[in-house]
């Protein structure tokens, strides 16, 4: 809701998760990767991968990121996610029926689906001619898009872009010792900047009314 | 409500892009301005709350309608919620020369609440909004942030 | 307090003919008894028809069937009864008005009824208010009872002594039949152990479960303001020796964020004001420990808040410590509605 960029509060929390949930930091590609590319890779393998990595390595991210290119290929996006309360295919049993050759379907948590669900997401997938992109913590036999990981450089990177010029009370060291802690789960790294932040950040003098 | 975020960094009185980065058509981005009309930064439940909004920089012609809202959100380690208090939806047909652009003011009396609140993984924030649709399907928005009631913060809280 | 049980008692208020330990006890153990009973039985037809089988009294009609019929029902009603008895040791009459209405689970405070259009997002405190107190104008319902130890212990118990019963009956039966299964003989050893320290462990629950009995807040105003007073009345109940007893006013905020299929919900307490106190004193039967005060919210304190994803509860806990019994914590919940001002002239 806040803008991502500007400050409207002083003790605004840069890592609040209006400023770090997926969709509001770009995913960090390494090496020569980028949307473009792995779109093309996707379309190799006739739309259908999964993105696969570790509880909050950049996943949803990364997605978010893809979506743009993705409709830039002229494909419509259907994403859908699976809830732990929600294992079937009733979130998009209604929606099935719209799904073209052009639609990518695209699944969070396919994991979670009963193994019922998930054959008859694949049936229904193939017999449309839609394309299957999912996110899961391990390989689930479609072709593997992408490996999300987190190093410690990305993650000093990513609090950098996050803090203002002017924050000099969370450090490189301090992103490290995160690190050591929750590895791979960067959103963990992230809410505990926030109370790092909110630890020490100065204290504004009292309103008055 | 959904909110288009913007990478691009402003001053407080500058227009903020949504979606679409390029600029509309034009040498100069549109100009949105939102005053909150007293000098005053905290506000109390029952108090009215004026403010002013004007758009420059643009055409008239391209300016397909402009919201203007007063409302609250929190902040903090939660997913976000959100509440508008006060809501208007302004297109060229409400207008007698069919020009948005200049100074409109609008007032709305503040609820008793929820309250301004700055806590330790839950804030609440307030903050009155202007919203410019422009032809193309590009939108434009400015926010100025208040304050309502008078709370501790929640850090002064030793305990 | 009647010596003798009486058929016909006309009760008022929280008088008992007895012991409220004595009676969660009994409780537990006449229900043990008749799962057992049911469960023991039960194995003993089965097990004698699968060595020795008589097909002729399968026929439908009184007899065997009716007979398997009942014995399923002991254990049945006994297996309900101490879970029953387990979920309600130590509750309030509140909490198990609360549990019989909404036996899935009822969370008391995300149950709370829609905010007021005068106070949008602050939780309504009608299920707070619809109770009178004895001594002052309203009583508290408690936040939770501590029933899911109580409750997996009682499954503990009976899952082990079921096991435990009916190996008995088959390794017996093998040893009256003169061919005696010895690796089940052994096997039996360990089993009667872990029996028994379910036993012990469960009556253990139960009974510190009921040597805290209920704890009783009320006060005099509600909703409560910042800056406002108002007197504050505890009960505790119990047949115990308390080393402290100590009611706090705590402000909790909640944030709960929900991103793919990780929901992460974390709770921080903002404030904490300590609003009495207690030291060692002794807690007996029939007579609770009773202490009075002042209930102060601290001036430009938050509000209660619910919408949808974050919330700012209120809440009066009551944190005992006894050297025998361990330590208890109960949580009442309150709301703090904003304080409305007049408006000020620019």
Known sequence: MSDSGRQLFPDQNPFSTARVKPGAIEFHFCDDFSAARLVAVLQENRWRGEVVGPHGSGKSTLLRTLFPAIEAAGRKVRCYVVKPNDRHLSMFTADQATWTDSTQVVIEGYELLSRRGQKLLDRVCREKQAGLLITCHKPQGLPTLFQTSITVELAISLVEQLLSKECDFITPADVRDSFSRHGQNLRELLFEMYDLYEQRRPQESPRRA | ?159 | MARTFRLWLKKRGGRRTGSRLAGSVGEAVFFGILFLLGAVSLTAVITSQVRNPTPEIYRLGFGFWLMVLVMASFALIGGIGIVWTALFAGTSAERRSALVKHAAGMDLISDAMPTSLEYPNVPRDAYLTNSPGVKLKYRLPTEQAPVWRLGLSALIFLLSTGMTSVLSVIVTQHHMAGSPDWFLTLFMAPLIVVNLWAVRYFFGELRGQTRFGPTCIEISDHPLRPGSDCEIFVSQAGRLSLTSLVIWLVCEEEATYSQGTDIRTEIRVASRSQVLREEATQIEDGAPLECSGTLRVPSHAMHSLQSGHNAIRWKLVIEGKSERSGTMKRSFPVIVYPTVKQRTDA
Not at chain 2, 46 to 73: F, H, M, N, P, R
Not at chain 2, 77 to 94: A, M, Q, S, T, W
Request: net charge neutral.
């Open chain 2, 1 to 159: 409500m959904e909110v288009s975020l913007d990478a691009n960094l402003a001053s407080s009185s500058r227009s903020r892009f949504a979606g679409n980065r390029n600029p509309v058509g034009s040498l100069m981005e549109p100009l949105l301005s939102l005053q909150i009309a007293e000098p005053r930064r905290i506000y109390q439940p029952g108090d009215e709350l004026a403010c002013e909004c004007q758009i420059d920089a643009v055409d008239a012609k391209e300016i397909q309608a402009v919201e203007t809202s007063v409302l609250w959100y929190t902040e903090g380690k939660g997913d976000e919620d959100l509440g508008v208090h006060y809501f208007n939806r302004r297109v060229p047909g409400d207008c007698e020369n069919r020009d948005l652009r200049p100074m409109h003011r609008f007032t709305t009396i503040l609820p008793n609440s929820p309250l301004s609140y700055s806590g330790k993984i839950v804030k609440v924030r307030w903050c009155a909004r202007v919203r410019l649709f422009l032809k193309k399907g590009k939108e434009l928005y400015f926010e100025q942030p208040f304050s309502l009631g008078n709370i501790a913060d929640s850090r002064d809280d030793r305990s």
